[in-house]
């Protein structure tokens, strides 16, 4: 089973944006820029190339919920959506995702991903001010 998938049998724990029957968002444990999200079909698709019009669409319609609730709660005005298909295209983990990748206007665009250690306790206080009231 990927890891993906372990995440969303709640194998491996994750910090949790959004969640419905078909559609999961989490925050990467590997923070490109505060509020980096990745949204994720709970059914495996490996990727575009094995997608379908209705799980592309769930996922998309969660892309788009997700952006704007992360603009709302971390007041960024730039954002990249991203995704990796195939090893030459830079896919890590080979179930279908798209990244929500804030910009802040005193970071400067990454369109490069570097490796960076999670930092869990960052990645707590990042949850909390996504999901506060
Ligand atoms: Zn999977």
Redo the contacts with the bound molecule.
Sequence with gaps: ??V??KIINSEIPSSKVYEDDDVLAILDISQQTKGHTLVIPKK?VENIFEMDEETMKKVYNVVLKVTNQLKNKLYFENVNLLNNNGPLAGQSVN?YHVHIIPQYSNEQLQFGFKDKEPDFDKLSETLNQIMSK
């Design positions: 089973m990927c993906f998938c495996h179930h």
